[in-house]
T-cell receptor
Framework: DVKVTQSSRYLVKRTGEKVFLECVQD?????MFWYRQDPGLGLRLIYF???????EKGDIPEGYSVSREKKERFSLILESASTNQTSMYLC?????????FGSGTQLSVL | GEDVEQSLFLSVREGDSSVINCTYT??????LYWYKQEPGAGLQLLTY?????DMKQDQRLTVLLNKKDKHLSLRIADTQTGDSAIYFC???????????FGTGTSLTVIP
């Protein structure tokens, strides 16, 4: 089975902090994704990457950046966390037409 | 992005069948998916159907695809309390690097 692992289940940070969310997949997938999920808004794509060192903006990239130095790892970076970035963050990877999710990181910015 | 629409809520009695519906706009979709999300968890891929199929059955789950009407449904037979969750419909394009999700249907199973 595909495994997508997010490093933290819950995270609490303060406004202005730099935040790293890490994601690792074990299936040698080319494509990896970061979504955020908010009540009433569904899933919104922040960034995706289709290869090492390649990235594409999704629907809501403002306030975020990403890093893909190795194929299995895709990191989401909040340069200066703000309270409106409190959300559930979901990492995913895709292969053979299917998208697999990690268990999510619930981030609270105080 | 593409539009994928679902109703927000569905309640059924334990033991009944549940039918969750989804409509989408893009006729070039290649795969269509159903995901299940339990509280506080990520999305779990339940089942998927390729766009040239009409139906797929997997134990208690039946997926029906009407490509002409761009309508996808998920039927859960003998619904159990453990089926209470949010169900997301999704589709992808031939490139396979963009996935479009509905806003999710919250299924409540009443004992």
């Amino acid at each position: 089975d595909v495994k997508v692992t997010q490093s933290s289940r819950y995270l609490v940070k303060r406004t202005g902090e730099k935040v790293f969310l890490e994601c690792v997949q074990d299936m040698d997938h080319e494509n990896m994704f970061w979504y955020r999920q908010d009540p009433g808004l569904g899933l919104r794509l922040i960034y995706f990457s289709y290869d090492v060192k390649m990235k594409e903006k999704g629907d809501i990239p403002e306030g975020y950046s990403v890093s893909r130095e190795k194929k299995e790892r895709f990191s989401l970076i909040l340069e200066s966390a703000s309270t409106n970035q409190t959300s559930m963050y979901l990492c995913a990877s895709s292969g053979q037409g299917k998208l697999f999710f990690g268990s999510g990181t619930q981030l609270s910015v105080l | 992005g593409e539009d994928v629409e679902q109703s927000l809520f569905l309640s059924v009695r334990e033991g009944d069948s549940s039918v969750i519906n989804c409509t989408y706009t893009d006729s070039s979709s290649t795969y269509l998916y159903w995901y299940k999300q339990e509280p506080g968890a990520g999305l779990q891929l339940l089942t998927y159907i390729f766009s040239n199929m009409d139906m797929k059955q997997d134990q208690r789950l039946t997926v029906l695809l009407n490509k002409k009407d761009k309508h996808l449904s998920l039927r859960i037979a003998d619904t159990q309390t453990g089926d209470s969750a949010i169900y997301f419909c999704a589709e992808t394009q031939p490139t396979g690097n963009q996935f479009y999700f509905g806003t999710g249907t919250s299924l409540t199973v009443i004992p």
